[in-house]
């Protein structure tokens, strides 16, 4: 009977609920379609069959409960609830069937089996959980209590593959329970979870994604139980990610880029925004962090200082290379300082954000230096390396605000921490750079890349002033659109003359200032910028002023921006209808920018020779 109940339900696994061995009784003919009154005796048969004879059941138990959830996930009317059972319907007898078997077989360890096993069926759990809801007898919530009871009460857990397949069960079984509905059991289920997680760093791998672990977290933080803790214990999982967080960036835990990476989205979803997809953390897992309310930024909020002081240090990324070299074998060491760092600004950009108001407490808070430059009679040493540090820290900012308004077109909110009102109080940073570089850029390496500095801040500055103007939820639109238009004019009108005194050094320093010029208006051309317009007939003379000390390949780039201009201005006119194409050819330049960033960072920290990515 085995033998043929076995091949019965291979053609169930395939869905097409055929009987091998089913004839007609009048004409010998193959069965190949059943009504449901036979697919329900059938699944009848079975349960009798795995009742009084599970030893033989136990090898196909699980393609069994497989085949048997695909029909009663399975409804007839398109109103119908998933979790609805009709009597006599087929897939409410095989819901039936599944409360039965689970019922009879959980005292015989059935759970903590199934949660190891590969579950092939990506549904199967989510209508187990739903066929358990209402069952009084074995609720969804106890089975997940009886599961941690009999993993708790193992003396080794799964170790590697097999635990990771466990944790990623958990949390789909656990995303379709109702986690919100009161329950006598929710506070024994913590207790156990507690006990669970403190058994999982023996057992799982040293470089292993994390991110089954933070939705099982985050369906927790959902319970009656957490929403009625001590408020010291409330947040108990957040701040113990924060935490971890935290001990990864000063260097003291192993984290893989991957975990890393997804501690910071684990934040960013709680705030408001998003990472943007990469090779170290793909579309799929990013979605993976739900952004529903944690707490995550709360329990940050205290650490936002330290966060903009690893952002700032311009050695952090070479140490956390270094590091992770020798904990792990980082298959992205090159991108991932970048991916870092922008996940961060991010973070940081909102928290900014959502503090300034009118009177821009949290900017003057976290940069009190944004407006208070040097003054012409303070420019010595020490305020031009201060003034490149701070530059630094600018860009990351702008950098993490305009990824933001990117990946998240449709936020409620404008990200953008730095006031337009402090356009001349950058300048003015920026002046101190551009004046000091011909004296200070033959003390180091950092100084030497100091006016890489400048000048990408100056792009990222004008796009920032671009995007806010078109920023879709500010009001009054006309008057800030303006006001962003105008204030971009103003930074550029007060920096335009400090390039030109840098200019008048010598032909060296011509053809070094070109360069960045050049590279700033293909970056404005290519992100099809209303204020490159402008600009442009103000920087074109400066350039051509000076063709003869430029090289031949400086000279064709410049050729190819005057060939672009007036087919700049056509797509202007005709950008309304490419938001599309203009949002993917930004986040292209995003992503360049910040991988040049990083790359300077890093060659600056570890005292490489002048390098200019150009």
């Known amino acids: 009977m085995s033998e043929v109940l076995h091949n019965t339900w291979i053609e169930l696994e395939e869905g097409t609920f055929c009987f091998i061995l089913g004839r007609c009784h009048d004409c010998g003919a193959i069965?190949?379609?059943?009504?449901?009154?036979?697919?329900?005796?059938?699944?009848?048969?079975?349960?009798?069959?795995?009742?009084?004879?599970?030893?033989?059941?136990?090898?196909?138990?699980?393609?069994?409960?497989?085949?048997?959830?695909?029909?009663?996930?399975?409804?007839?009317?398109?109103?119908?609830?998933?979790?609805?059972m009709i009597p006599g319907n087929a897939a409410g007898v095989a819901k039936q069937f599944l409360r039965c078997i689970f019922h009879q077989l959980a005292p015989n360890g059935i759970l903590p089996q199934l949660f190891?096993?590969?579950?092939?069926?990506?549904?199967?759990?989510r209508t187990l959980a739903t066929s358990l809801m209402d069952f009084s007898e074995l609720s969804s919530i106890a089975a997940?209590?009886?599961?941690?009871?009999?993993?708790?009460?193992?003396?080794?857990?799964?170790?590697?593959?097999?635990?990771?397949?466990?944790?990623?069960?958990?949390?789909?079984?656990?995303?379709?329970?109702?986690?919100?509905?009161?329950?006598?059991?929710?506070?024994?289920?913590?207790?156990?979870?507690?006990?669970?997680?403190?058994?999982?760093?023996?057992?799982?791998?040293?470089?292993?994604?994390?991110?089954?672990?933070?939705?099982?977290?985050?369906?927790?933080?959902?319970?009656?139980?957490?929403?009625?803790?001590?408020?010291?214990?409330?947040?108990?999982?957040?701040?113990?990610?924060?935490?971890?967080?935290?001990?990864?960036l000063k260097l003291k835990s192993p984290l893989p880029d991957t975990n890393l990476l997804l501690l910071v989205q684990f934040v960013c979803a709680d705030t408001g925004t998003k990472l943007a997809e990469s090779t170290i953390l793909p579309k799929q897992m990013i979605a993976s962090v739900p952004g529903c309310g944690t707490a995550a930024m709360e329990c940050m909020r205290q650490y936002i200082g330290e966060m903009l002081d690893f952002i700032a240090d311009m050695h952090t990324l070479t140490k956390l290379k270094s590091h992770m070299k020798t904990c792990s074998q980082p298959l992205h060491e090159d991108t991932f300082g970048g991916h870092l760092k922008v996940g961060l600004a991010q973070i940081a950009a909102m928290e900014i954000s959502r503090g300034n108001h009118r009177d821009n407490k949290a900017v003057v808070r976290y940069l009190p230096w944004l407006y208070h430059p040097p003054s012409a009679m303070q420019q010595g040493p020490k305020e031009f390396i201060e003034c490149v540090t701070h530059i630094r820290l600018l860009s990351w900012l702008l950098l993490g605000s305009l990824t933001h308004?990117?990946?998240?077109?449709?936020?409620?909110?404008?990200?953008?921490?730095?006031?337009?009102?402090?356009?001349?109080?950058?300048?003015?940073?920026?002046?101190?750079?551009?004046?000091?570089?011909?004296?200070?850029?033959?003390?180091?390496?950092?100084?030497?890349?100091?006016l890489f500095h400048a000048f990408i801040f100056a792009q990222l500055w004008t796009v920032y002033c671009e995007q806010a103007a078109v920023a879709p939820t500010v009001q009054n639109q006309n008057e800030f659109s303006f006001t962003a238009i105008l204030t971009a004019l103003e930074f550029w009108s007060r920096v335009t003359p400090s390039i030109l005194q840098l200019m008048a050094h010598n032909k060296v320093m011509v053809e070094m200032v070109c360069l960045h010029v050049i590279s700033l208006m293909e970056a404005l051309q290519e992100c099809n910028s209303t204020i490159f317009v402008k600009l442009i007939p103000m920087w074109l003379p400066m350039i051509q002023s000076n063709l003869k000390h430029l090289s031949a390949g400086l000279q064709l780039r410049l050729q190819a921006i005057q060939n672009n201009v007036n087919h700049h201005s056509l797509r202007m006119l005709q950008g309304s209808g490419q938001m599309s194409t203009?949002?993917?050819?930004?986040?292209?330049?995003?992503?360049?920018?910040?991988?040049?960033?990083?790359?300077?960072?890093?060659?600056?920290?570890e005292a490489a020779s002048q390098f200019y990515p150009l």
């Open 31 to 84: 069965l190949e379609e059943y009504d449901e009154e036979t697919l329900g005796l059938a699944i009848v048969v079975l349960s009798t069959f795995i009742h009084l004879s599970p030893d033989l059941a136990a090898p196909l138990l699980l393609d069994i409960m497989q085949s048997v959830g695909r029909l009663a996930s399975s409804t007839n009317f398109s109103n119908q609830a998933e979790s609805m």
């Open 116 to 125: 190891q096993s590969n579950i092939k069926d990506g549904t199967f759990l």
């Open 144 to 248: 997940l209590s009886q599961l941690l009871e009999g993993l708790n009460t193992k003396k080794n857990l799964p170790a590697g593959g097999a635990m990771l397949r466990c944790l990623e069960n958990i949390a789909t079984f656990m995303e379709a329970l109702p986690m919100d509905t009161p329950s006598n059991l929710w506070t024994t289920i913590s207790n156990q979870f507690q006990t669970f997680f403190t058994k999982l760093p023996s057992v799982l791998p040293l470089k292993c994604s994390l991110d089954s672990s933070l939705r099982i977290m985050i369906c927790l933080l959902k319970i009656p139980t957490s929403s009625a803790a001590r408020e010291r214990d409330k947040f108990y999982l957040s701040r113990s990610v924060i935490l971890e967080l935290l001990q990864a």
């Open 405 to 450: 308004n990117v990946i998240c077109p449709n936020s409620p909110s404008v990200c953008m921490p730095i006031p337009l009102d402090a356009g001349s109080h950058v300048a003015d940073h920026l002046i101190v750079i551009l004046i000091g570089f011909p004296e200070q850029s033959k003390t180091s390496v950092l100084h030497m890349c100091s």
């Open 582 to 605: 203009i949002t993917a050819v930004l986040r292209k330049w995003l992503q360049c920018t910040q991988f040049k960033m990083a790359q300077v960072e890093i060659q600056s920290s």
